[in-house]
């Protein structure tokens, strides 16, 4: 090639659209397998060791969401939030009353704890797996005398 400049021209807009490429296929994966529709939260009731909490997805607001809870990042149960939950339907949140969860939490160790509240999707026709943290991490000690206090 007679014109060096040239080729250095056409090779620049090769890679420019090789990347544009790359990343909108990157951007489409990572919208597919973690979904941004999830939307939750959880909070502990010191008194009765439980964790309450709420979660809907926006996709679909009347869905039932599964929800799956993690003591110390270790599986602990799963549920469908299906509870009522009117302050979520007065917020603006969900279509409806029924999107709350409760998970009884009995026989912890005294000592500091985290819990966490995920909402599973599955995508890729059912290929992928990815779970959606709702909320914060919740950390609480659990006292000698069997007592929840918030950390």
Do not use: C
């Amino acid at each position: 090639m007679n014109n060096p400049g040239k080729l250095v021209n056409i090779l620049i807009g090769k890679a420019i659209i090789e990347t544009l490429l790359v990343g909108a296929i990157a951007v489409w994966f990572y919208a597919s397998a973690f979904p941004p529709t999830f939307r939750g939260w959880g909070e502990i009731l010191e008194n009765s060791h439980s964790v309450v909490g709420w979660a809907v997805n926006n996709a679909v607001p009347e869905q039932r969401v599964e929800v799956q809870l993690f003591v110390d990042e270790g599986f602990f149960e799963t549920q469908i939030a299906n509870q009522s939950r009117p302050d979520v339907k007065a917020a603006g949140w969900a279509t409806d009353d029924w999107h709350g969860y409760k998970f009884e939490l009995r026989g912890l160790n005294e000592g500091a704890h985290e819990v966490r509240i995920y909402a599973p999707h599955s995508s890729g026709a059912g290929v992928r797996y990815t779970l959606q943290l709702l909320g914060d991490p919740i950390r609480f000690t659990v006292n000698s005398d069997g007592t929840w206090r918030r950390r």
